[in-house]
């Protein structure tokens, strides 16, 4: 279906009604702005018959990835939930949308849709001999001060310049994470969204202007929660911690704002970011299993 603007600020309600059960709440304005949302076929909600949402559902090609929210009692408005998206996914495989393998994250302790996803074919990649994958979800309680950093001669730290900025950050985000996904159109429109605060969109330039490092930070004003997504430094760069230097800036502004908790999710195999975010006073609070499911050749 076509997600409006309306649409979206109930997704986002429903995501904190059952916040202790899903990664992604504060940080939602950043993924609503995908582009995975411009086609209507991509997205499915739920409602009861008094018109009350119960359930939403995206099928995110940049992370190649299910999105969804969902009462975590309702087992069977789950299975309906990855019926849904496995038939998306096969029906997208031949589009710009589609990819041969998708999937799903879920906490370690959500057994119950675990068994769901089980049923559904999809795999837990927990133990895949040398390509196993598994996730952390960390917070960081905010009362903590956060260490100053000195940067490098010539460098600065400061927010993103706008509109003016989006083709530089698009450019430094894709060598960044080596994937073409982030899109001008995409960062635009989350300048636009009215849950976007300029202030936590940090860059660090170099001396010669180009940008360097990035990190963005959310903030829910309602529940005090704050996280971050995404966080990158260019390897030209990396020797200098300028990643370290930009989280430490957004978590100070998230101090700022009144945060209580900030969060993050983060792979266990990426070892240096694992390690940032433990410098900088995050700690793990649940693990995060990834699942798949293959469907072919795109």
């Avoid at 018959?49 to 069977?76: I, K, M, N, R």
């Avoid at 589609?98 to 119950?112: E, L």
């Avoid at 309602?222 to 966080?231: A, F």
Wanted: some cysteine.
């Amino acid at each position: 279906m076509l997600v409006n603007d309306t649409h979206k600020l109930l997704m986002a309600a429903l995501a904190r009604r059952f916040s202790a059960d899903h990664l992604h709440v504060t940080d939602l304005p950043y993924r609503f702005c995908s582009w995975a949302l411009d086609d209507p076929e991509n997205t499915r909600m739920w409602f009861n018959a008094h018109g009350e949402l119960l359930a939403w559902a995206v099928l995110q090609t940049p992370f190649w990835l299910l999105d969804y929210v969902c009462d975590p009692q309702d087992s069977a408005l789950h299975r309906e939930i990855l019926a849904w998206g496995d038939e998306r996914a096969r029906q997208a495989l031949d589009t710009p949308y589609g990819h041969p393998a998708w999937f799903v994250n879920v906490f370690s302790d959500q057994t119950g849709r675990q068994r769901d996803l089980e049923a559904a074919r999809f795999t837990s990649q927990a133990n895949v001999s040398e390509d196993s994958w598994t996730k952390v979800f960390m917070l960081r309680p905010a009362e903590p001060p956060v260490k100053c950093y000195r940067l490098p001669a010539g460098f600065t730290v400061r927010p993103l310049a706008g509109e003016s900025e989006v083709e530089a950050y698009g450019s430094l985000h894709r060598a960044v994470f080596e994937t073409k996904n982030m899109t001008a159109e995409w960062r635009s429109r989350t300048l636009q969204h009215p849950d976007y605060l300029p202030d936590l969109d940090i860059v660090v330039a170099a001396p010669d202007g180009r940008l360097a490092a990035f990190c963005v930070g959310w903030f829910d004003p309602s529940s005090g929660r704050g996280q971050i997504e995404p966080l990158g430094c260019h390897q030209d760069f990396r020797q200098y911690a300028l990643g370290r230097v930009a989280l430490a800036e957004v978590l100070r502004r998230l101090q700022a704002h009144g945060a209580q908790q900030i969060y993050v999710e983060t792979d266990h195999y990426r070892n240096t970011a694992f390690a940032l975010y433990e410098h900088m006073g995050f700690r793990v609070t649940r693990e995060v299993l990834v699942y798949r499911k293959d469907y072919g050749a795109v």
